[in-house]
């Protein structure tokens, strides 16, 4: 198959899952293809992103998060003899629309949805869900919904002979750019509350892309800051390409209040490393037995209706997780042994993905029946204030704007 990925295409966790999904495809002997779409930014003449593959879209100025011209798409789907094109949080619909208008087989990964956002994917041929959890809705929302547990390169993050042996248990924490999302602040207000003999046995390493103690209190980031002086915290605030930093750390903490998939907790494991996470889906659904999952302290919605509630774990037994590791720092090495099996047996993102090609081959194309665009249609005009029906208009508007 010659297979297109629409997507956002630099450092960052969303174009990572896109990045897993054009190897392991190139490795089952398809061509791939990678339009990288405008709207946050572009990694042109980065070697880690920029290859012969990669169509960098043009920018457009337009108020629509990751728009992509139509005709454009098209004429690169054209051009490249495309038949089957896999979406990357794909808000947009017209676009998708416009490739079914000319044969082409359309699917999409399953991250990003809010409830009025579901009868929008019947447009879609295959849906590719990667957690039970996403799984779990749309298994009878549409017929070709695939279920692929999600993994990762284990062989990339096996990066356990880079770590050095230590009398502290270092814990890591990967704020990456959205360090509230990530429950940054929960993992430190936890850490804060560690007695001083408890303190004087570990390390808690931050790796941020950008400030991660701004959800703090000034009273926690002055206590942050004299922890940081004296050696307890340590905060590393800089892009690094994948395997990452994960060998500094011998117990992940990752106290997220939402995630999609979980990338960061795969690659932790495949790294020789317990996680502690929530006890929420899909973060307890990749999880060894020598890991720790933190009671909830409650649930609430996020601000854009997102379909799934965020959590927010229990402080105190947030806490208890710390002092658990502490007190067993002489086990750790075992722990890190059991995280290589676990990752070898149920993580690799090869082995579970075995079947992708033949799964998206065998997918029949949905019709695009006229209830299917209507909903298409009333979901961008709800969301987008009838732009959909003035999008020329627009982009002129905004294009004087931003000059």
């Not at 572009?42 to 728009?67: C, H, L, M, T």
């Not at 774990?313 to 099996?341: P, Q, R, T």
């Amino acid at each position: 198959m010659r297979i297109g990925i629409v997507t956002t295409w630099f450092e960052r966790g969303a174009a990572y899952v896109s990045k897993q999904y054009e190897d392991i495809l190139k490795k089952q002997g398809n061509e791939v293809f990678i339009y990288a779409r405008s709207g946050e930014k572009y990694a042109i003449g980065d070697k880690n992103w920029d290859k012969e593959n990669v169509y960098w879209s043009k920018r457009y100025s337009f108020p629509i998060f990751n728009y992509t011209d139509s005709k454009e798409l098209v004429q690169w789907a054209k051009n490249n003899k495309i038949d089957t094109v896999i979406f990357n949080e794909q808000y947009w619909l017209p676009n998708v629309i416009a490739l079914k208008n000319i044969g082409v087989k359309v699917g999409a990964y399953i991250d990003y949805y809010t409830e009025d956002m579901l009868p929008t994917f019947n447009v879609y041929d295959f849906l590719l869900c990667n957690t039970k959890k996403h799984f779990s809705v749309f298994k009878d929302l549409h017929s070709n919904a695939l279920y692929l547990p999600w993994g990762t390169d284990i062989n990339l993050y096996n990066t356990s002979a880079l770590r050095e042996s230590s009398e502290k248990i270092r814990f890591f924490h990967s704020a990456g750019m959205s360090s509230y999302r990530k429950g940054t602040d929960l993992a430190v207000r936890a850490f804060l509350l560690l007695d001083e003999e408890y303190l004087k046995q570990c390390e808690l390493i931050i790796h941020t892309q950008r400030s991660p103690f701004c959800d703090l209190t000034e009273d926690e980031k002055i206590k942050v800051d004299n922890y940081i002086e004296k050696g307890f915290i340590t905060v590393i605030d800089k892009t690094v390409s994948a395997p990452g930093l994960y060998h500094l750390g011998d117990v992940y903490i990752y106290p997220s209040r939402l995630d999609g998939i979980g990338l960061t907790i795969t690659e932790a494991i495949a790294s020789g490393m317990p996680v502690v996470v929530p006890n929420d889906k899909p973060m307890n659904e990749f999880v060894t037995l020598d890991s720790y999952q933190v009671e909830i302290n409650k649930f609430f919605c996020r601000s854009d209706a997102y379909y799934w509630p965020m959590n927010e774990v229990d402080i105190n037994d947030l806490g208890n997780a710390y002092i658990y590791y502490i007190n067993n720092k002489y086990n750790i090495c075992n722990f890190s042994v059991n995280a290589l099996e676990f990752s070898e047996k149920e993580l690799s993102f090869e082995n579970n993905m075995k079947n992708l090609s033949n799964v998206i081959m065998s997918s029949s194309k949905v019709n695009l029946s006229h209830e299917i665009l209507i909903s298409c249609v009333k979901f961008n005009e709800k969301r987008f204030f009838k732009i959909i029906k003035f999008e020329m208009i627009y982009r002129n508007l905004f294009s004087v704007l931003r000059r």
